[in-house]
């Protein structure tokens, strides 16, 4: 596994890739970015994985400060399952000449995280686009975990960079039911007790809540009972009305935002 830091070196190592797939991270490296690593590895000739922990798309500096940084172990998992590329860009490679203001997403951008977190979106598209004119893969891997990351910056892409496809990939989820993401680092044994509930009570209740025979408020109180700290939202939309083009096929998700402590924790189900 070739080791970049440099954008540069980047574009000599990758010259001629007619089929490299890539897939971003921000480290602390889990099976669910595994799993979007190795069906890259199945699809294309070589994959490429960035670590890059993008500090405009954190609302809070102690959120940004605080995120995992495990290099090291990260550095050993990918060179386990055969990453090719590893690149590692400090702040100043990605943007010499600070954030765009003008990146435009999809008003969608603006529900569910994007009503508690302003302007996150905008970040995540900025650093995406960037890294894909610097690499220019032919495919590149989200997880359906971010459902709204992956919708947003999915219409972005074919807008603007339509020779790269997205391919979506399944949540992976501990056990317990939790779903894998880098912030369960930061919980306790005992806030993944609760983490864990909250799936099961919402994974039971949701025909429930799509029929409205139970209701949204007494699912939010429950979850309170159990030690949440702060509900952001919980709500049901259908997946395939979220962005056009529409799809005729109706499928739910309940979409849930909450705090363990002072971590924030997403999921859809």
Not at 67 to 74: C, G, N, Q, T
Not at 211 to 227: C, E, M, W
Not at 229 to 250: G, Q, T, W
């Amino acid at each position: 596994m070739k080791i970049i830091s440099h954008k540069k070196k980047l574009k000599k190592f990758i010259l001629g890739e007619r089929n490299l797939g890539f897939v971003p991270t921000m480290g602390a490296i889990h099976k669910g970015h595994l799993s979007l690593i190795k069906k890259s590895i199945a699809q294309c000739n070589k994959t490429i994985v960035s670590i890059f922990v993008n500090k405009p798309q954190f609302n809070r500096i102690n959120d940004y400060k605080k995120y995992p940084r495990v290099l090291k172990k990260d550095i050993s998992l990918l060179k386990k399952i055969g990453v090719h590329y590893l690149f590692l860009p400090s702040h100043n490679q990605i943007y010499p000449d600070g954030i765009n203001k003008r990146i435009k997403v999809h008003p969608f951008s603006k529900k569910l995280c994007g009503k508690y977190r302003p302007h996150h979106f905008e970040s995540v598209v900025d650093v995406v686009d960037r890294f894909i004119k610097l690499i220019h893969p032919k495919k590149i891997y989200f997880g359906e975990k971010d459902m709204q990351q992956l919708k947003i910056v999915e219409d972005f892409i074919k807008k603007n960079h339509s020779y790269v496809k997205v391919v979506a990939c399944k949540t992976i989820r501990e056990k317990n039911g939790i779903a894998l993401s880098s912030r369960n680092f930061l919980l306790s044994f005992d806030e993944r007790m609760i983490a864990s509930k909250i799936y099961k009570i919402l994974r039971m209740r949701k025909n429930n809540l799509i029929k409205k025979s139970i209701y949204i408020t007494d699912i939010k109180k429950k979850i309170f009972t159990l030690g949440v700290n702060k509900i952001d939202y919980i709500e049901i939309l259908d997946i395939n009305k979220l962005i056009k083009p529409y799809k005729n096929k109706v499928i739910y998700k309940v979409f849930i935002a909450y705090f363990l402590g002072s971590t924030r924790l997403i999921d859809n189900i």
